[in-house]
């Protein structure tokens, strides 16, 4: 029996994952690579302080593995792990910093910013010069076979700003163990399934196997108690990922829908910072609102687990929204 190529590039991502986990965590101790813990985050998480950082690693590398075995053949694989590889890049020297200094400030607000603008901007520039993904746009519940179209001078600015929204929202949401993994390898899988909707979608349809692949074999060491974390090299690099493919597939629409956790946790901070500077007030109790729910008395697996339950909710509302 023939295995289909997306579970098969699934399950050799997820070995490779584990297998570089093993090696990779024993390394990042030696090294001294730990997190540093924010002081005004919570309490319970200072406890956290030491463990090993930079666990993107464990699932950037099967994506280079078995995701560059397809690019040599096949240009928006090459794109789309380029791209992920170039916010990855930014993530790497943030973290580097941090653990260099000791502390929680590595790159500055605008040269983090820079660095992933000029990625946001190359993957735009191909998707509209090699690509015609830039010409529509699916809307959600009007259905795959009536995309909007769109004029390239408003499909740059709007596709820059999805990648920076999305890297910055998975980041946010990488705040508890195994959250922004088990949330992302949801958000993956249901862009394998909607890829296979599709004959031409072959491309995104491996990329997310792979990587969701990879995402799972992460959480074998990130699920709480955590043994490793990801970092902003794995933060950063899983939002460009998601936000790639969704404007590949003519879908950021889509994607509010499917990641409406990653929405939710980036509006929170933005309402929290808004209200604060008018009022003096707090609308929660700590942002992103993760922490609103540790200071409710919440533990984290619970809050994991919620999260998680809400979005294959909301995956399940975005792919009937393209029927």
């Known amino acids: ?18 297998i570089t986990g093993i090696i990779l965590i024993p390394v990042l101790r030696k090294l001294k690579f730990g997190q540093t813990i924010r002081e005004e985050g919570p309490k319970t998480h200072l406890v956290k302080q030491g463990i090993p950082t930079m666990g993107g690693f464990i699932f950037l590398v099967p994506l280079a593995v078995v995701g560059g075995f397809y690019a040599f053949k096949d240009r928006d694989m090459l794109a789309l792990i380029l791209t992920t590889f170039g916010f990855a890049l930014v993530g790497f020297v943030d973290d ?56 390239v001078g408003i499909f740059i600015p709007f596709c820059i700003f999805i990648l920076l929204a999305y890297t910055n929202a998975v980041n946010l949401t990488d705040g508890l163990d195994g959250l922004a993994g088990s949330i992302t390898v949801v958000v993956l899988v249901f862009f394998t399934l909607v890829s296979m909707l599709n004959n031409e979608w072959n491309t995104t349809k491996l990329f997310c196997a792979i990587l969701a692949g990879g995402c799972l074999g992460f959480l074998t ?14 933060s950063l690099a899983l939002g460009g990922a998601v936000a790639s493919v969704a404007i590949l597939l003519q879908m950021p629409f889509v994607l509010v829908i499917a990641g409406m956790i990653y929405f939710i946790e980036n509006v929170s901070v933005i309402l929290q910072v808004a209200y604060f500077k008018r009022t003096g007030k707090r609308i929660f109790k700590m942002a992103p609102i993760h922490h609103h729910f540790e200071l409710m008395g919440w533990k984290e697996t619970k809050i994991v687990i919620a999260f998680l339950i809400a979005t294959i909710f909301f995956c399940a509302i975005a792919f009937v929204s393209l029927r």
């Open 1 to 18: 029996m023939n295995i289909p190529d997306h579970i098969a590039v699934f399950v050799i991502a997820f070995v490779i994952a584990l």
């Open 96 to 151: 580097f910093l941090k653990v260099k200094r000791h502390n929680k400030d590595g790159l500055t607000p605008k040269q983090k910013m820079l660095g992933l603008l000029i990625v946001a901007a190359c993957f735009t520039a191909y998707v509209v010069t090699m690509t015609n993904a830039w010409e529509k746009t699916v809307i959600p519940f009007i259905g795959l076979d009536n995309p909007v179209n769109v004029p």
């Open 221 to 234: 060491f990130n699920l709480h108690p955590a043994k490793v974390f990801m970092g902003d090299v794995g």
